[in-house]
Structures are given as structure tokens and as C-alpha cells.
């Protein structure tokens, strides 16, 4: 094998080897004799590799020239602009593309705008050369040269109208329809040039998932105009990951707003029974109690606070505390929650407990179908009748006497476990009933009956 083979099995290039071989030889002729074959094919072997990169993820700025390959996500539409001392008018068209990294927006200028609008379309492959910038939002890249490969294929989705799990690394100009679940405050901060900046969140659903929305700068009061239940259309959003997971970002280009459509977001919770040590999961249930808040100090001098509450599922309960803010949060026996991204860590006394910190959300569920399993009676095995402290409810009485046929008792509750036995929990102590009406788990109801052996027989249910 000659010096050209050895070099060019060590390229990772489109350029064949004729091809190669060919430039080698006019290296050689080009340069008078300065070079040999082995050194000329050496100086290619560097031009080819200079400006490749592994993905769009690595694209930077202060990059002198980058090669990569993308798929089209969107085409823009040529526009036109006056330069300065020129007659004649300037034409740029944008494009997005993305691989499987990251996304990026290209520029043509000129000439190749026009060439660009008629030739190009969403889903084609693009082997891409240009010169990296600093845009608008974020890296841009000017085209120097482009061509279509046909022959490669780029794990991108590209769709009109995305719901939440077509979401991928790298799309954008992403239109998502969804159900507000819940809102954030508007922060601001300090870029890095001086400038301040602003940042909100909504979290938002779909009959698919739900994902995160980051809002930027001009859009980011839109927050404080979506409460929870409003369906919104999300415009030219793009998607990012954070801590392992995918948001949807919305800047200047894009837009959030309130449409009359009928989506509605259905959880997809773990149950409670399945959990594991040290994962993150979504879960859901209906409070069963309440502790009062607390408040502790941290290492840096600050005053923290945290309120544990007990969540009941049909496959069993668990801990969960709330920290920060969400500890004021108006929570009371009997609410219907879905907690997403709850971390679960160990607890008191080696059981499992959830915890909801600033990465998580709370929201309240009101139709029941986050706690509602396909076959209800499966939750008769789940035991709620137990306090935390491994106590049961008190039922002794003076006046219960078992020789008598028990004792006549009213109760109420609200249902925390709607199998048989029913339970109730009226914030004070739980309650066994043996009843054939139908309840629903949050329902409150009240039981009129017979107490023998710490379960009443209700003879009312109301």
C-alpha cells in the first residue's frame, strides 16, 4: 500500500480515492517539486478534516469555517434589504436544519437565497460548509456551500404539527397544541454582555405527555397571562435538553396563545407501589394527610421550609415532601394531585419517600382518571386503615359492645380508597366501611351504620 492509500484510509470523507489520488497529484504539480507525494497527500488530509465536526452540538462561534451534515427542518422566504452604499438590494433566505445533536439556523445570501427557496425543502439531507456567527438567537451559520445527499438519512422528525412525544433533540420551529398545567414567575438575569434578560415556564400536555415551555425575553410575560386549563398553540418553538430531558423553547420568533380546541393532558403516572430508590417519576393520588409546615436553616445562613403530606394510589401510599414554595401551597385531605419529576430517596425508618423541589410541579387533578385503574377492585388489597405511626383508627367506645350488635354511628369522609372495604379519612382518623354503593376515590361522603369490630356496615351512604 503507497503513502496515498495509507493516508486516505485514515480520512473519515465523502472524497473517493480516484478523487483523492487525483488532488494529490495536483498538489505535487502545484507546489514544484516542494512536495512529494506522501507530503502533499498529508496537506490534503488536513484540509479535508479542517472545519469537519462530529455534530451541530459542536458548533461554535469563534469556529473559522465548519462542515457538517443536517436535515432540513424548515425553509424561511427570501428576504430583501437595502446595504450601505449599494444600489442594489441584498437578498438572505434561513433555514433550519438539525441532526441528531442540535439544531441550526443557515444562512444563504444573495444568489444561493434565490437557488435555496425553489430548490430546497423540509426533509432533505445537506452536506453544509460555511462560516459559524453569533445570531440572533444564538449560533447561526452563513452558507458558503451546500449540495443535497440523497444517499444519507439524519434520525430527525419533521412534522406540520407536533404533539408532545414527537418531540426530538434538535427540532425546531415546533407548532404544539396543549393544556396549560401550570405557570411560573417571571425571572430576570444578567447576560453576560450587561444586558438583563427575562425567563418563564409553563409546564403543558397533551392525550401524549407533557414537556416543559421555556419563555425568553419578549415572551416571556406571556406567563402571567395563561392560568391552568387554557389550551394554547405554541408557534416556531425549538427543542433543547436539560438535566436529561427535552423542553420546548419559545424566543422572539415564536409565539404562545390561547386557542379554542379540545385537548386535554391524561397523566401517565408510576404507581406508588413501583417506585424505586433514586429514580425520578411522576406520580399521583389523593391526599390523605397533612402535616404542618416547618421551616430549618441552611448552611449558607437562609431559612428554608418543607411540609410533608401522605399520597394514596390503589397500589399503596407514600411520603411526599414539599419544599420551597410549594409548601404553601393550599393542600388539604381528600385533594387529587399529580406530582411530575418527583425524586424518590429513602425516607424514615428505610421506606421510600417522594420529594417535590423545584424541578417538580404539583397539579391538581379534578376528574378522577389520574387515580382510576381498569379494574378498581385490585386497590381491596391496599390497606389504608393504618396512620402513619402504624396505629389504626381508634374505635373503642364505652359505649360498643359487641354482645349488643355493635354501635350506631354517622362518619364522614372523604374516600381514599374506593374498593372493598371502602375507606374514609375525614383529617383525623380513618374509617373501615362495608358498603355495595359505588364511590369515587376524593369523593366525600358521609356513612350512617353499625360499627362492630372496627368496620361499619353502613346501612346509608350519602
Excluded: C
Excluded at 293 to 299: E, I, L, V
Excluded at 390 to 406: L, N, R, Y
Aim: no cysteine; hydrophobic share 35%.
Amino acid at each position: 500500500m503507497g503513502a496515498i492509500e495509507e493516508t486516505y484510509e485514515d480520512l473519515d470523507t465523502d472524497v473517493s480515492l480516484e478523487e483523492f489520488r487525483e488532488a494529490v497529484e495536483a498538489k505535487v504539480e502545484q507546489m514544484g517539486g516542494l512536495a512529494d507525494e506522501e507530503t502533499a497527500a498529508m496537506l490534503l488530509a488536513h484540509e479535508l478534516d479542517e472545519g469537519e465536526v462530529n455534530g451541530i452540538a459542536d458548533i461554535e462561534p469563534e469556529m473559522e469555517e465548519v462542515k457538517f451534515l443536517a436535515k432540513v427542518t424548515s425553509v424561511g422566504e427570501v428576504r430583501t434589504f437595502e446595504r450601505d452604499e449599494e444600489e442594489e438590494e441584498g437578498r438572505v433566505l434561513n433555514v433550519d436544519v438539525a441532526d441528531e445533536s442540535g439544531s441550526v439556523r443557515v444562512s444563504f445570501w444573495d444568489e444561493q437565497a434565490a437557488a435555496a427557496e425553489d430548490e430546497l425543502e423540509p426533509g432533505q439531507v445537506l452536506r453544509i460548509k460555511g462560516r459559524p456567527k453569533d445570531g440572533y438567537n444564538g449560533v447561526e451559520v452563513n452558507v458558503s456551500q451546500v449540495e443535497v445527499d440523497e444517499d444519507e438519512e439524519i434520525d430527525v422528525q419533521v412534522v406540520d404539527t407536533y404533539r408532545v412525544d414527537d418531540l426530538t433533540m434538535g427540532a425546531s420551529d415546533v407548532d404544539l397544541v396543549g393544556e396549560v398545567l401550570s405557570t411560573d414567575d417571571v425571572r430576570t438575569f444578567s447576560r453576560d454582555d450587561g444586558s438583563e434578560g427575562k425567563v418563564s415556564n409553563l409546564l403543558v400536555g397533551d392525550e401524549t405527555g407533557r414537556v416543559r415551555v421555556t419563555l425568553w425575553d419578549e415572551q416571556a410575560d406571556l406567563a402571567d397571562e395563561f392560568a391552568a386549563g387554557d389550551v394554547v398553540e405554541i408557534t416556531d418553538g425549538y427543542v433543547r435538553e436539560r438535566d436529561g430531558s427535552l423542553e420546548l423553547h419559545v424566543g422572539n420568533r415564536g409565539r404562545v396563545e390561547t386557542v379554542e380546541e379540545d385537548v386535554s393532558f391524561v397523566p401517565d403516572a408510576k404507581p406508588i407501589d413501583d417506585l424505586e430508590l433514586d429514580e425520578t417519576a411522576d406520580i399521583t393520588g389523593v391526599v390523605r394527610s397533612v402535616d404542618e409546615k416547618r421551616t430549618f436553616d441552611r448552611d449558607d445562613g437562609s431559612e428554608g421550609q418543607v411540609r410533608n403530606i401522605r399520597l394514596q394510589d390503589q397500589s399503596g401510599d407514600i411520603r411526599v415532601a414539599l419544599w420551597g414554595e410549594k409548601a404553601d401551597l393550599d393542600i388539604g385531605p381528600g385533594d387529587e394531585l399529580l406530582f411530575t419529576d418527583a425524586g424518590i430517596q429513602d425516607g424514615w425508618q428505610d421506606d421510600l419517600e417522594a420529594s417535590a423541589g423545584w424541578q417538580s410541579t404539583v397539579i391538581s387533578v379534578d376528574d378522577g382518571s389520574a387515580t382510576e385503574s381498569e379494574d378498581s377492585s385490585e386497590s381491596a388489597g391496599a390497606d389504608l386503615s393504618s396512620f402513619e405511626d402504624g396505629t389504626g383508627p381508634d374505635t373503642s367506645s364505652d359505649e360498643s359492645d359487641e354482645s349488643t350488635g355493635g354501635e350506631d354511628v354517622e362518619f364522614t369522609g372523604v374516600v381514599v380508597q374506593a374498593g372493598s372495604p371502602v375507606i374514609l379519612d375525614d383529617g383525623e382518623e380513618t374509617m373501615s366501611v362495608e358498603t355495595e354503593t359505588e364511590v369515587t376515590l376524593g369523593q366525600e361522603v358521609t356513612v350512617r351504620g353499625t360499627l362492630r369490630d372496627g368496620t361499619l356496615d353502613a346501612e346509608d351512604v350519602r
